[in-house]
Antibody, heavy 126, light 107 residues
Framework: QVQLVQSGAEVKKRGASVKVSCKAS????????ITWVRQAPGQGLEWMGW????????NYAQNVQGRVTMTTDTSTTTANMELRNLRSDDTAVYYC???????????????????WGQGTTVTVSS | DIQMTQSPSSLSASVGDRVTITCRTR??????VNWYQQKPGQAPKLLIY???DLQSGVPSRFSGSGSGTDFTLTISSLQPEDFATYYC?????????FGQGTKLEIK
């Protein structure tokens, strides 16, 4: 079945980096993009950006621009999200999710995000 | 950035009630709104896309409407499994922002 399986929980020090992986299976990986969304404890959903699973094109939200890098590996159908220079307010559950590609090749959110990973808890400690 | 203003932030209702949740934007986004349900400890689940299209497998008691700047999610007859937090998301332009969420609790 279609699924996204994320890597395990992480505890990091402030200023460190974290890399979360998202292994896709059950669908044509290069026909979709992967988007990343995070949720701080007790808070709402925050969109972080997307990556085209086929060509690696990216679009990052301004709130993490400069600290985030999203990558894709078509040979292992895995997307990765690295966040650098971690701050206390980066403590959150990080979700990857599948997004279809439009005719132009960019991920489109018009049809919603239908498949999500289970979430990865990242805790930033001082 | 397009800000999604969702209301109410919380809502108490009983099984069988009809409930409506609203999202508003300052600029027109046509019909490009999605709705999600999230239960504690779980990932969000897509309910509605492009304002009114029901995602496959979602019960028909869920419906969405609206266009331009005002959008609603309606649950026609609440079931026990519907008590959760609901989010709208605009799919019009990047960054694809979410509303603040509506926590639906049992009265």
């Amino acid at each position: 079945q279609v699924q996204l399986v994320q890597s395990g929980a992480e505890v990091k020090k402030r200023g460190a980096s974290v890399k979360v992986s998202c292994k896709a299976s059950g669908y044509s990986y290069t026909s979709y993009g992967i988007t990343w969304v995070r949720q701080a404890p007790g808070q709402g959903l925050e969109w972080m950006g997307w990556i085209n699973g086929y060509n690696g094109n990216t679009n990052y939200a301004q709130n993490v621009q400069g600290r985030v890098t999203m990558t894709t590996d078509t040979s292992t159908t895995t997307a990765n999200m690295e966040l650098r220079n971690l701050r206390s307010d980066d403590t959150a559950v990080y979700y990857c999710a599948r997004v279809p590609l439009s005719g132009s090749g960019s991920p489109t959110f018009y049809y919603g995000v239908d498949v999500w990973g289970q979430g990865t808890t990242v805790t930033v400690s001082s | 950035d397009i800000q999604m203003t969702q209301s109410p932030s919380s809502l108490s209702a009983s099984v069988g009630d009809r409930v409506t949740i609203t999202c508003r934007t300052r600029q027109s986004i046509s019909h490009y709104v999605n709705w999600y349900q999230q239960k504690p400890g779980q990932a969000p689940k897509l309910l509605i896309y492009t304002a009114s299209d029901l995602q496959s497998g979602v019960p028909s008691r869920f419906s969405g409407s609206g266009s331009g700047t005002d959008f609603t999610l309606t649950i026609s007859s609440l079931q026990p499994e519907d008590f959760a937090t609901y989010y709208c998301q605009q799919s019009y332009s990047s960054p694809y922002t979410f509303g603040q969420g509506t926590k639906l609790e049992i009265k």
